[in-house]
C-alpha cells in the first residue's frame, strides 16, 4: 500500500514539474491524440518533447484545440 502511494505521489510531482516547464504529460497527449485526432500519427517520447520544446519556444502556439 506504501509503495503504491508513494509512486503515484512521485507521478503526480514529476507531471507538475513537467507542466510548471511547460512540457505537457506524455500520457496524456497520447490519450487526447487517440480520442480526439486518431487519424494522426502518436509521436515517440522524443518527438513529442522536441515539437513542445519548439512550440513553447518558437511561438508556434501549441495548442491543437
Known amino acids: 500500500m506504501m509503495a ?29 491524440l487517440r480520442e480526439h485526432h486518431p487519424e494522426r500519427k502518436v509521436p515517440n517520447y522524443g518527438e513529442f518533447f522536441r515539437e513542445r520544446q519548439e512550440a513553447r519556444y518558437k511561438g508556434g502556439g501549441g495548442r491543437c484545440c
Do not use: E, F, M
Open 4 to 32: 503504491s502511494t508513494l509512486n503515484a505521489v512521485r507521478k503526480w510531482a514529476v507531471q507538475t514539474a513537467r507542466l510548471c516547464c511547460g512540457i505537457p504529460d506524455y500520457d496524456v497527449y497520447v490519450k487526447h
